[in-house]
């Protein structure tokens, strides 16, 4: 029996040792954890539960040349509610007024919202969604609801705000307006002005802020302010002329729409300086509309056809081994070159004709001649001509995706070399250049042969004043002799003006225009998918050219129409009439003191309209869209946009009596 006992008290015992180690080793683990590795915890803890976040800075303005805007960064706010944060008290007393204040905000009952916030506060929802993409009134509005009002801590308020770029002007020269944006892995994707100057002057500094991992994936401010605060981007003013970009995007989608064509661009660019005034380019989608796809104007290098004889003549004029009067044989309209066929699109060809007449009736057989009889021993002397005069340098425009001009050189071993390439070239094909690269040479002829750089910018500000500013950048002094600029420009003119030139169907009397038609074969190895490729570029006026254009319009239904003269010559004048009689070419001020009727009217009809109505419905058919937006906003209607122009037609009738906030539908002509 005492035998029995001893053993049982030597187990007690060595339990009671076993447990009193136990116990010494939790104590020193915890003494280690708390004081040795303390640091090192409580830093891994706080990471997973609090986070650094990025507050994106308000991206800078894109302004037009006269001001009008093209691009801005229009913060949002959503506004949330940590449910558990406000005390008992303070919930059961503020959260009927508070709910009254969202039902008079969102148009539901207060009871939905006592139920919707109640069963949060039960569920220990502390991320609950008040309201999302609020505009800054309405967030000041937000914040002095009742509860809301005691801020974060107290009242449980949690703000979140972001920026949403807009652009005023909707689809018209989107691409060219272009934006910076990022995807879920990091990727930039940079079109247009807005990605090309984002990262040195639209983008500003990012803000940051403190959040706390609140459960079920979701973080919180810690408080309503920010750690740092985000500053603003530079305002950007543009080259770009609002009035002039309308009317290059109207003219090109009716031709568009008219030929059926696959996609088309125009630019417009003033001579002297370079600047664009107007840049549009509209693709076609599969129900038939057209949209800014792409920046064809600046990416798409292609084939010129016909428009690049004024390379081929400047050269040989330059070189003095023709003139205009160097008479050449179109023979029968045909010539072969190792096998290979030139055709003119007259049967029979034009005789024997001058360099003059070849160019202005845009004889391939004419051209092709010259240039092969006098480069056909030293084709190298030909494209040494052409590297001269710059043409196979990029522009380096800072909008990205600028395509590569191709020149073939017999010098370099590229497989674009051969027996014809030197004929080929003569009348644009085997080279390739974009629509703007082409307007560049021929902006610089209308120059007296300086070439200068297509530019966007025209001004950089903060806060209204000026950061820096953008003058003319010359790329080449005189790209060949004043002597043969004279000539060229003379023959430009011609091909408008005299009867027999591709261009004479544009002939206007009240106004002067020069240029060269250009119809190129596309995807001619192909003979069951031959397109073509229409355009005509030039300037105007003929006497002190303003502004160069170029229009190109790539696979016009065959059907209806595909040389240039007959599908992009009419877009080109009437750009050009319309800029003559809708802008000013002589920059000069004059009758300052005279009353236009036409505008006050229009100001009249506008003030009356907006001083009668404030919440009912008035009739805005024939208002000009900008005039109605603004006066339906005022009124605090929401607008939506159908076409461009005048009012033709609105979602509701005059007279009717209009809910808050609600939308209205205004078609445009």
């Known amino acids: 029996m005492a035998v029995t006992e001893k053993n049982i008290l030597k187990r007690l015992y060595f339990v009671a040792g076993c447990l009193f180690i136990f116990a010494l080793l939790v104590v020193f683990k915890l003494v280690n954890i708390q004081f040795v590795q303390g640091e090192q915890y409580r830093g891994l803890a706080e990471k997973r539960s609090l986070k650094t976040v990025d507050i994106p800075a308000n991206r800078g303005n894109l302004y037009s040349a006269d001001g009008s805007l093209l691009a801005t960064s229009v913060p949002k706010y959503d506004i949330r509610i940590d449910a558990l944060t406000p005390s008992a008290k303070n919930f059961k007393k503020y959260l009927k007024p508070l709910c009254d204040s969202l039902a008079k905000f969102h148009g539901k009952t207060s009871g939905y919202y006592q139920k919707a916030i109640g069963k949060a506060r039960q569920d220990k929802n502390r991320y609950f969604l008040l309201a999302r993409n609020l505009g800054y009134s309405d967030y000041l509005r937000f914040r002095n609801f009742p509860l809301l009002n005691m801020g974060a801590f107290k009242g449980g308020l949690i703000v979140e705000q972001n920026t949403k770029r807009e652009h005023p002007m909707g689809g018209i020269a989107e691409r060219t307006i272009g934006y910076e944006r990022w995807d879920e892995e990091g990727n930039v994707t940079r079109p247009g002005i807005d990605g090309a100057f984002g990262e040195q002057y639209l983008r500003g500094t990012n803000g940051r802020r403190l959040k706390q991992q609140i459960g079920k994936g979701q973080w919180k401010p810690v408080s309503d302010a920010n750690e740092v605060e985000p500053q603003d981007g530079y305002d950007v003013y543009t080259t770009i002329d609002v009035n002039i970009q309308d009317i290059a995007h109207h003219a090109l989608l009716e031709q568009l729409e008219k030929y059926k064509a696959d996609h088309g661009s125009v630019v417009v660019m003033e001579t002297k300086t370079g600047e664009i005034r107007a840049i549009s380019n509209l693709g076609r989608t599969s129900k038939g509309t057209y949209y800014e796809k792409l920046n064809y104007a600046v990416g798409e290098s292609h084939e010129p056809g016909s428009t690049f004889k004024l390379m081929a003549l400047a050269v040989a004029l330059d070189d003095k081994v023709i003139d205009t009067s160097t008479v050449v044989d179109t023979e029968n309209g045909i010539l072969t070159f190792y096998g290979k066929k030139v055709r003119d699109s007259k049967n029979g060809g034009y005789g024997k004709i001058s360099v003059a007449k070849a160019f202005e009736v845009s004889s391939n057989t004419g051209i092709v001649k010259a ?299």
């Open 371 to 669: 240039i092969h009889n006098n480069y056909k021993d030293n084709p190298k002397k030909f494209v040494d001509g052409l590297y001269d005069m710059n043409l196979q340098n990029t522009l380096d425009l800072p909008i990205i995706g600028e395509g590569k001009p191709i020149i073939p050189d017999p010098r370099i071993k590229n497989n674009r070399w051969s027996g014809i390439a030197l004929e080929w070239m003569a009348y644009g094909y085997g080279v390739s250049f974009t629509p703007m690269q082409t307007l560049a040479f021929y902006n610089a002829i209308a120059n007296d042969g300086e070439m200068v750089r297509p530019r966007f910018l025209k001004e950089v500000k903060e806060y209204g004043n000026s950061v820096e500013t953008f003058d003319k950048d010359v790329i080449n002094k005189q790209i060949c002799s004043k002597e043969t600029v004279a000539k060229l420009q003379k023959l430009l003119a011609n091909v408008v003006e005299k009867k027999h030139g591709t261009g004479n169907g544009l002939y206007a009397d009240n106004f002067s225009m020069a240029g060269k038609t250009g119809t190129c074969q596309k995807d001619y190895v192909d003979k069951d998918k031959l397109n073509y490729i229409s355009s005509f570029v030039g300037y105007f006026p003929v006497e002190n050219p303003k502004y160069s254009c170029i229009v190109v319009i790539h696979e016009p239904d065959k059907e209806v129409g595909y040389y240039g003269a007959d599908v992009s010559g009419p877009v080109f004048k009437k750009i050009a009439q319309k800029i003559y009689t809708d802008t000013p070419i002589i920059d000069a001020v004059e009758n300052l003191e005279e009353m236009h009727v036409d505008v006050d009217r229009s100001f009249e009809a506008y003030y009356d309209v907006a001083q009668t109505y404030k919440t009912i419905m008035p009739d805005l058919k024939g208002m000009p869209a900008m005039d109605a937006i603004v006066l339906l906003e005022n009124m605090g209607m929401k607008v939506r946009l159908k076409g461009n122009g005048k009012v033709v037609k609105q979602s509701v009738s005059s007279g009717v009596k209009l809910k808050p906030k609600q939308t209205i539908v205004l078609e445009l002509s």
